[in-house]
């Protein structure tokens, strides 16, 4: 059940940015990642999310149980709140978005096109996909960037219940969230400047 | 992969979802050929199965560089690459859509806009059958050529670089099937080749696809 990466290197465009990076996520547990920008947590969070491969390292129990979410909320503007979260709670294999549409107080702008949210309310919907995965680990990037204070007291509401059910967050975030979380400075791993990695073409892919 | 495919196609048919671009573009080429070609209809006629291919070609190529591209720019794909559903079931399911959206429809035109050519009578039957069998292939090739260029502003001129020589099998064998079927001599070996061609690129494109896109996506 526990999400285990170690001694993880990662590149971004061909450039080390992260060596021996190593933590432990258990079931129950949240972990915040904080570092200064540019510092490589967007890439730490997409290599753990397997949408590219580390240069070095393990990441374990990662496999088909990660819900992710970047600043990009994977929206159509053309389709309802209701279409969007129920098309991506088909991809998942469920069916049941009402608790989605609940904990993050879409009921009224059900059947609006995203397209006319606004940004706070396309975040609460991209968040709510987060709840029809029923995926047990998050991995969140900067989940709460344009949310209003009500709706970051929602998010962290929804996370806290998530973490109760036996789920884990991992989370970047500059915000404090009221999580009783134990906090990952990724500046710690910075890797030495002007090494590099991977093929020479690397940096043009 | 239902919902991938249901969403596609209601995407495309809702406002902004480019449905009937190919058709509309397959229209306007088929509709001007007579009139810069000139009256004369015995060569309307001979030249009446290619020009019907090469805009049913054109047309297709046209609407493909928003196959992957809306889909890379608000966070889909990489939500997609995240989900229980493997990108080579996601690109068949695209490529499919992408057939419903734009190949169909130009198989079910081609008829009506053979009139205008003066598509000799023999030809229609064959015409279709050839349409329907190399179209698939066009929208499976397409959706490669765009995984490949998913990331690159402005990608379409690439994109069609890298997938017009790949669209010239299906293009001679398809043309040369509904060419023969027009003049009245046995289209089947043209249409073997074609069918073959489909079945080949159905079966193994969308590994490719799938894997240019995971480089893309990194």
Redesign the interface.
């Known amino acids: 059940m526990t999400l285990t990466v170690r001694d993880l290197s990662i590149a971004r465009g061909g450039v080390p940015v992260l060596t021996g990076v190593s933590f432990d996520l258990a079931a129950g547990t949240a972990l915040i990642v904080r570092g200064p920008n540019g510092s490589g947590k967007t890439t730490l969070l997409r290599t753990i999310?397997?949408?590219?491969?580390p240069l070095s390292g393990q990441i374990g129990g990662a496999e088909?149980r990660?819900?992710?979410?970047?600043?990009?909320?994977?929206?159509?503007a053309?389709?309802t709140v209701t279409?969007n979260l129920?098309?991506?709670a088909?991809?998942?294999?469920q069916t049941q978005i009402d608790a989605a549409l609940r904990a993050f107080a879409l009921h009224p702008l059900a059947n609006r096109f995203a397209g006319t949210l606004s940004a706070g309310q396309k975040r609460r919907l991209g968040l709510a996909?987060l709840l029809v995965t029923q995926r047990p680990i998050w991995v969140l990037d900067e989940p709460t960037v344009s949310l209003d204070a009500q709706a970051v007291a929602w998010f962290a509401e929804a996370v806290q219940a998530h973490l109760g059910q036996g789920g884990a967050a991992l989370i970047a975030t500059h915000i404090d969230l009221g999580l009783d979380a134990p906090v990952l400075d990724v500046s710690a791993f910075r890797a030495a400047p002007g090494a590099r990695a991977g093929a020479s073409d690397e940096a043009f892919? | 992969m239902r919902a991938l495919l249901i969403r596609d196609l209601s995407l495309a048919f809702r406002a902004g979802g480019g449905f009937g671009l190919g058709l509309a573009f397959f229209l306007i080429v088929t509709v001007l050929v007579p009139f810069s070609v000139g009256p004369q209809s015995a060569l309307l006629a001979s030249i009446a199965p290619g020009v019907l291919w090469l805009g049913a070609l054109l047309a297709c190529l046209l609407s493909l560089d928003r196959l992957l591209a809306l889909d890379f720019e608000d966070g889909t794909l990489d939500l997609l690459a995240t989900a229980p559903l493997p990108l080579e079931a996601a690109m068949t399911v695209k490529a499919l859509a992408h057939w419903i959206t734009t190949g169909l429809p130009l198989v079910l035109a081609a008829p009506v806009l053979g009139v205008l050519l003066n598509l000799p009578e023999q030809g229609y039957f064959w015409l279709v059958v050839s349409l329907a069998l190399g179209t698939p292939a066009l929208s499976v090739i397409g959706a490669f050529g765009a995984a490949l260029t998913v990331g690159i502003k402005r990608g379409g001129l690439l994109m069609s670089l890298i997938v017009l020589p790949l669209y010239v099998p299906t293009l001679i064998f398809g043309a040369e099937a509904a060419r023969r079927g027009a003049q009245d001599m046995d289209p089947s070996t043209p249409l073997l080749m074609l069918a073959g061609i489909t079945a080949g690129v159905v079966a193994l494109m969308p590994f490719a696809s799938a894997a240019v896109l995971r480089v893309n996506l990194r």
Do not use: T
Not at chain 1, 49 to 53: F, N, R, V, W
């Open positions: 999310a397997g949408l590219q491969p088909d990660i819900a992710y979410a970047a600043h990009s909320d994977g929206l159509k053309m389709l279409e129920m098309f991506w088909r991809v998942f294999g996909r892919l």
